[in-house]
C-alpha cells in the first residue's frame, strides 16, 4: 500500500516544492473576492431604460471579513472594446457600495447598446477579476425620438365587447441585418407579431399604470425576426384596464374609449445603414377571431373568424381597411419599470368531479392566477365555455359569488377539422376550478392545463 509519505519521499525535492507552489496558489485563488451578478437598474441585461443607469453587484469570497474597499466600472459601446472603456471608466473609487452606483460618463443615445464590467478591492488591497460582461440598451430618452404615429381602427360604436382590432404592415428588407429593435406600447393591451412570431415573451403589455399621467412602452431585440426580402409586422390589441369594466360599479371607459396602437421598429444594416418603420396612415386593420375580450369578464374566441397567415407577408390584405390617425393628446410615454408578467408553470388538470348540480368540474390542485389552455375536437360551431372559480360551496357544487362582478368567464368556438388548441390573449383568472359549459364531447382532464403567470402590476 503506497501512502503519502512514501509517495513524496519518491519524488526529487524539486518536485515537491513545485506541487506545494501550487498548492498555496489555489489557496490564495480561493481566497481571492470575485464579483457576480452584475445588474443595471437591478435588471439582468436590460433593453429600453430612460434614465441614466445604476449599477450593482455582488461579492463572493471563501473567506470571512472580506469587504469591499473600492471598485472601478468601465463600459463601453462594444464587448471588444471594453478593456478600453471607450464610453466612460469611473477610475479607482473608495467606497464599500455596490448597489446603485450611478453612470458618470457622457450622455447616452436613445436606442443604444452598452457593455459594463466591474472590479473591486478588498480589506487586503487585492484587486479581483473583471466581472462578466453586462449590457444595457437606452430607450428613447426624448419625445422626439418617437416618429411613430398613433393608430387606430375607428370604430363607429362604443360597445365595450366588440371586437378586436388586428393591424398590419409589410416591408422588404434587402440588406443584412445587424440588429432590429421594436419599440411598442398600446392604449388597452397588445400582443405583436413579426413574421408570424409572436414578440418577446411578456403578457397584458403594456401593464396598468395610471393612464392619464404615464403609459409604458416596451423594448425588443427583434434582429432574428427579420429576414431578407418581404417581412410583415402585426398587432392584436384587447380593452385591458384601459377600456374595459373596472372597479365595482360597471364603469367602462374609465380612461378612454378608443384602442390604440403605437409602434417603431428600428432596423440597423451592417453597411452601415438604418431604417425606421413606424405605425401611420400606411397600415391596414381589421377584425379576427377574437369576438370580444374583457380584463375581468374574460374573452370569446370564434375560431371560424380566424384569418390564418394575416401576420405574414405573404397574406392578401387587400379587403383590410386603412387605419386613422388617434390625434387625441398622447399620454407620457415611460420606459418599463417593473418585472412583465410571464407564463410561469403548467399544471394538468388533477381530476374531473361530478357535482351535486350535476356541473363537470375541473379542479387542478391550488389555487393561482393565471389562464387555462385546452387542446379540443369538435365540428364546426361547436362551444366550450371555461367559467373559473376559487372554491367549491360546503355542498361540493362551483361557487362565484365571491368574484362580485367579475364574470371570469371564457368561451371558445371551434372551426372543426381535426384537434385544436386555444388559450385568451388578454385576460386572466384566479381560480382553482372550471366549469365546462356547452361541450357536446367527453371531457379528459389531460387536455386542459393550467398556466400561471406573475403580476407585476404597477401604478
Excluded at 365595482?248 to 384602442?259: D, V
Aim: glycine share 8%; net charge positive.
Amino acid at each position: 500500500m503506497i501512502t503519502i509519505r512514501s509517495f513524496l519521499n519518491s519524488l526529487p525535492m524539486k518536485k515537491i516544492f513545485h506541487l506545494l507552489l501550487l498548492q498555496c496558489y489555489a489557496l490564495l485563488s480561493l481566497a481571492q473576492v470575485t464579483v457576480k451578478n452584475p445588474l443595471t437598474e437591478n435588471l439582468v441585461n436590460p433593453t429600453g431604460i430612460d434614465v441614466q443607469p445604476r449599477f450593482s453587484w455582488q461579492l463572493f469570497s471563501d473567506k470571512r471579513n472580506v469587504m469591499q474597499t473600492a471598485y472601478e466600472i468601465r463600459v463601453s459601446d462594444s464587448p471588444s472594446t471594453l478593456a478600453k472603456a471607450s464610453v466612460w471608466s469611473s477610475g479607482k473609487i473608495t467606497s464599500d457600495q455596490s448597489l446603485f452606483i450611478s453612470y458618470g460618463g457622457p450622455a447616452l443615445q436613445s436606442g443604444k447598446k452598452y457593455f459594463w464590467q466591474v472590479r473591486v478591492w478588498d480589506t487586503s488591497n487585492k484587486a479581483s477579476a473583471w466581472s462578466e460582461s453586462a449590457s444595457f440598451q437606452m430607450g428613447m430618452l426624448k419625445s422626439s425620438d418617437w416618429k411613430a404615429r398613433w393608430i387606430t381602427q375607428g370604430f363607429a360604436d362604443d360597445t365595450v365587447n366588440r371586437p378586436s382590432p388586428y393591424f398590419r404592415k409589410t416591408f422588404s428588407s434587402n440588406k443584412k441585418v445587424a440588429s432590429a429593435t421594436a419599440y411598442i406600447t398600446a392604449l388597452g393591451m397588445y400582443e405583436a407579431f413579426v413574421n408570424g412570431k409572436r414578440i418577446g415573451d411578456a403578457y397584458l403589455t403594456p401593464g396598468w399604470t395610471s393612464y392619464n399621467n404615464r403609459l409604458q412602452y416596451q423594448v425588443y431585440d427583434v434582429t432574428n425576426l427579420i429576414t431578407t426580402g418581404n417581412n410583415a409586422i402585426g398587432a392584436v390589441l384587447g380593452s385591458g384596464w384601459y377600456r374595459g369594466f373596472i372597479g365595482f360599479s360597471g364603469q367602462k371607459n374609465f380612461y378612454g374609449k378608443e384602442l390604440a396602437l403605437l409602434m417603431q421598429l428600428e432596423i440597423s444594416y451592417s453597411d452601415g445603414t438604418k431604417e425606421t418603420i413606424i405605425t401611420d396612415e400606411s397600415w391596414k386593420s381589421s377584425t379576427g377571431s377574437i369576438v370580444s375580450s374583457e380584463i375581468y369578464h374574460g374573452e370569446t374566441i370564434d375560431a371560424r373568424l380566424e384569418k390564418t397567415g394575416w401576420n405574414t407577408a405573404s397574406f392578401n390584405d387587400s379587403n383590410w381597411n386603412t387605419v386613422k390617425l388617434y390625434t387625441a393628446k398622447s399620454p407620457n410615454l415611460i420606459a418599463t419599470y417593473n418585472e412583465p408578467i410571464r407564463k410561469r408553470e403548467t399544471f394538468k388538470a388533477s381530476k374531473l368531479i361530478i357535482t351535486p348540480k350535476g356541473e363537470r368540474v375541473l379542479d387542478f390542485g391550488q389555487n393561482l392566477v393565471g389562464w387555462v389552455q385546452v387542446k379540443i375536437k369538435g365540428n364546426a360551431g361547436d362551444k366550450i365555455t371555461l367559467y373559473h372559480a376559487e372554491v367549491l360551496d360546503k355542498f361540493g357544487n362551483f361557487y362565484t359569488e365571491n368574484l362580485r362582478p367579475a364574470k371570469q368567464r371564457n368561451e371558445y368556438i371551434l372551426k372543426g377539422g381535426g384537434e385544436e388548441f386555444f388559450e385568451p390573449h388578454f385576460t386572466f383568472q384566479g381560480f382553482r376550478y372550471i366549469r365546462i359549459e356547452d361541450y357536446p364531447g367527453e371531457i379528459n382532464p389531460e387536455n386542459y392545463q393550467l398556466t400561471s403567470a406573475d403580476q407585476s402590476v404597477t401604478t
